[in-house]
């Protein structure tokens, strides 16, 4: 009767391990790789029967924690910004307030445009589709396994 569920469990278990036997073995495949780069004509670095490897170099650049020089030079970005913040107070509280009210007068035309698009057959054409949208929900069962 429950075939099935416990071949899912399997199936699952069998994939988690599988994918930790790759995390496992990725760091000498990428040695590899990098070995056979050096005489491949393109980036397809292996093939065989079953398929194909394509060695993809992405970019990771270094973070502050990690560089001190960058982590230096973020910390004088902030400290510069903060004293241009300091010193120039007053007019980027007055931009800031003008930015508040262009939001506002914003907002505003938003609600005149949508009261221009917007009557009694728009209200009830919206209602019959939200009424018909839901009469059509069904539930699509699926199964979520929790492995021990």
Do not use: C, W
Not at 74 to 80: A, K, L, P, Y
């Amino acid at each position: 009767m429950t075939k099935n569920l416990d071949l899912l469990l399997t199936l699952r278990n069998t994939v988690i391990k599988t994918q930790q036997e790759i995390e496992a073995i990725m760091p000498d495949a990428i040695a590899e790789a990098l070995k056979l780069v050096e005489t491949a004509k393109n980036r397809v670095i292996y093939h065989n029967k079953d398929g194909r490897i394509v060695l993809v170099l992405k970019k990771k650049f270094a973070t502050n924690k990690e560089d001190t020089k960058l982590a230096r030079l973020d910390e004088d970005i902030q400290r510069i910004t903060g004293e241009l913040a300091n010193k120039h107070s007053e007019q980027i509280a007055d931009i800031e307030s003008q930015i508040a009210n262009h939001r506002d007068a914003i907002e505003e035309l938003e609600k005149q445009q949508a009261k221009l698009l917007s009557d009694r057959r728009i209200i009830t054409l919206k209602k019959q589709y939200h009424e018909h949208r839901e009469s059509t929900l069904s539930l699509d069962p699926n199964l979520s396994v929790f492995l021990n």
